[in-house]
């Protein structure tokens, strides 16, 4: 536990974690193209084990094309700081994403809404994923901005460390964002700083662990059925 | 003391403790002056009828006014979100569903067009399976909203409109049941399409029942509307205006009854909604009177897309051409329910062996869905239903949040309730038509 987390436990291993079960651990090495065409391990069969692969984030090219490259420079031209607050720019399938650096979300929301090019005054959703494996800072929180005015989405995206799970929080810009923020708290651990009441949400009070991060499995007993034992969901055959 | 097996008190060290299951608060209370005495705690819920479920309220009266108001969820969590990083794509129509149970068209609609989003297969949907999912949303806003009438109705005392409601629901939940096997839960949307056509019987009762519910919603207006209880107990009861709602994020009829047409079918259209005639009903009042007008105008205009997904509807393919993506098996309900059909069963078993390898993969593995993140938000009866949903290139979903209109709209009891009296605490929590199954997933 790291020695700045006040009470929270924040980096220990949640109740009843197994380490060493196959979906916890990526590939040792990248995934190779094998005979017959065959991608990764190989294995069809799935006894393998679960291996969990994700490509590395991609910078879009400018231009961006549709609402994006205004979005963008109307992000920067409001507050010519907030270039490097921008970590990567992604376009994909039509969504714009801004990664932004964690210690600098709040006063980009705060443009995001203020600013009379970009208003948006709507903050859809605030919700967290876990790349364990894959990314060094793992927990990533993900915004979902909407301007009314201009009929326009973007997503926000930062990305902190399990050891360090502290982002801003954004309660004072975007009032909804509040439960949504004890939620994320609550599943994957991430710390708001400046929240009003973080506090857990929908698991108990005196609940252990952030059940929502990869690490922490789905529980469940084997069930006999017909004569034949059936093991839990995450205990089952699974494929890549 | 009281010796009232009904009604117990306990001192602790917080005061002393109520147990209250009925009777007379005058006899409850014995020797205390909660009127003029200091502020009372009153926890109300999770168990409680006028609670809509498993939410619970805390609450801090003085006298009969509400100073402080607190929202306590969670009670019906069943981690569907984590359940499903353990099921294939196709598997989780059957967890989303389950999530807002009154309006499970909805949770299934928004995680195939996700899905369909992932996939980059958005335009191969088939115009029959959007004209049949733009339907059965409808349908399902019409019965929801009449669930909503129901259970308001008898949160403020109109039992009668309880009844009613329900009764008409039925109708609605007979077509389901014809259209899918199921009432309820019915996974009918899928990612690719919709899981089998329409019958005919089902489409002969869809018609009987544009017939029926005009006649029927002009009886409850004459039920309720002219109604003077019905007026007091709604008028000018839990306002929340524009820059209330937008800030706590409440969106959907609640945000409509402020004055705002912000309507994702019109604003950000999907399944083909542009191409449909409706209004988007409003309201000046910002009350719970003016949810119960955007409310009952809404199931009107909703009469009106069904009619016109009716007068569409063309014979055509329901799911996508995709064999690799399609389910594998046209559905048929035997005797012993729903199943693959039997024409398909004899031909995998009896002719073709390369078609039962392929049920085979398709049903035990699945279909892989390319990397990346999708958001995708429709008009839910609730307001905004949103679901960001991530794929790492697997058979499985990486992560699928859903952003529920439930959830959200809930954080605004307190700037309702507080300040109000604990009568109107009702009124506007029923309001906001929260669904507990739906909010705490």
């Known amino acids: 536990m790291s020695s700045d987390s006040g009470n929270v436990p924040v980096s220990a291993n949640p109740v009843g974690a197994q380490t060493g079960a196959p979906a916890e651990f990526p590939p040792a090495s990248p995934a190779q193209r094998g005979l017959f065409g065959v991608q990764g391990t190989g294995d069809t069969s799935g006894f393998g084990g679960l291996t969990r692969r994700r490509p590395a984030i991609v910078d879009a090219q ?63 959703s605030v919700s967290g994923a876990d790349y364990l494996g894959t990314d060094e800072r793992r927990l990533h929180i993900v915004y979902q901005l909407t301007s009314m005015t201009y009929r326009r989405k973007v997503r926000l995206e930062v990305a902190v460390s399990a050891e360090q799970p502290r982002v801003p929080s954004v309660t004072s810009v975007y009032p909804t964002a509040d439960w949504q923020e004890r939620e994320a708290y609550d599943m994957f651990g991430v710390i708001f700083e400046g929240h009003p009441g973080l506090t857990r949400i929908l698991m108990p009070d005196d609940w252990e662990g952030y059940p929502q991060r990869k690490d922490y499995p789905l529980g469940g007993v084997p069930v006999e059925y017909k004569g034949a034992e059936i093991p839990p969901p995450d205990k089952r055959r699974s494929y890549q | 003391m009281s010796t009232d097996s009904y009604a117990s008190a306990r001192e602790t060290t917080e005061g002393r403790v109520f147990t209250v299951t009925g009777g007379d608060w005058r006899e409850t209370l014995g020797g205390e002056d909660p009127i003029h005495d200091e502020r009372i705690v009153v926890n109300l819920g ?98 929801s909203h009449l669930v909503w009438l129901a259970t308001t109705g008898m949160e403020l005392g109109a039992i009668s409109m309880m009844l009613y409601g329900f009764r008409e629901r039925e109708y609605i939940l007979d077509i389901f049941e014809l259209a899918s096997g199921l009432r309820m839960n019915m996974a009918y949307v899928r990612p690719g399409g919709v899981a089998q056509d329409l019958p005919a019987e089902a489409i002969k009762k869809i018609h009987e029942f544009l017939a029926y519910l005009p ?187 859903y952003r529920e209109p439930s959830f959200v709209n809930l954080q605004a009891i307190p700037a309702m309730a507080e300040g109000a009296l604990l009568a109107d605490v009702i009124a506007g929590g029923a309001s906001l038509d929260p669904v507990m199954g739906g909010c705490d997933r």
């Open chain 1, 62 to 124: 400018r231009p961006y094309g549709d609402y994006f490259d205004d979005v963008y420079d109307a992000l920067v031209e409001a507050h010519p700081g907030f270039a490097d607050a921008i970590e990567h720019v992604v376009v994909d399938r039509g969504e714009l994403t801004l990664h932004i650096r964690p210690q600098r979300i709040l006063e980009v929301c705060r443009t995001m809404r203020d600013d009379p090019s970009l208003r948006f005054e709507l903050c859809s």
């Open chain 2, 46 to 143: 999770p168990q409680h009828p006028s609670t809509h479920g498993v939410l619970r309220l805390v609450l801090e009266l003085e006298g009969e006014t509400v100073v402080d108001a607190r929202a306590v969820i969670g009670y019906l969590h069943t981690g569907i979100e984590k359940n499903l990083e353990f099921r294939n794509w196709v598997q989780g129509s059957t967890f989303v569903t389950r999530m807002d149970y009154l309006a499970p068209i909805f949770n299934e609609t928004a995680y195939a067009l996700a899905v369909e989003k992932l996939l980059g297969i958005e335009d191969q949907i088939t115009p029959r399976a959007n004209t049949i999912r733009v339907l059965m949303m409808e349908l399902n806003r019409i019965s």
């Open chain 2, 215 to 401: 006649k029927k919603l002009k009886e409850y207006e004459d039920l309720l509307t002219g109604q003077i209880i019905w007026q007091e107990r709604t008028k000018g009861v839990a306002v929340l205006d524009v820059p209330g709602c937008l800030s706590l994020g409440v969106t959907g009829p609640v945000l409509r009854s402020a004055g705002l047409p912000w309507d994702l079918r019109k604003t950000m259209p999907y399944c083909g909604y542009e191409t449909y005639e409706f209004d988007v009903p409003t309201a000046t009042t910002a009350d719970v009177w003016g949810r119960y007008q955007v409310r009952l105008a809404e199931i009107r205009e909703s009469l009106k897309i069904v009619q016109q997904a009716m007068d569409r509807l063309e014979p055509g393919p329901v799911m996508v051409q995709d064999r690799k993506i399609a389910w594998p098996a046209q559905l048929a309900i035997g005797m012993d329910g729903m199943g693959n059909s039997l024409e398909h069963v004899a031909k995998i078993m009896g002719q073709s062996m390369e078609s039962l390898i392929h049920h085979f993969k398709l049903v035990t593995e699945g279909f892989r869905v390319p990397p990346g993140q999708v958001y995708v938000q429709i008009e839910s009866p609730r307001g905004e239903l949103g679901v960001h949903a991530v794929s790492d290139g697997g058979t499985r979903p990486y992560r699928v949040h």
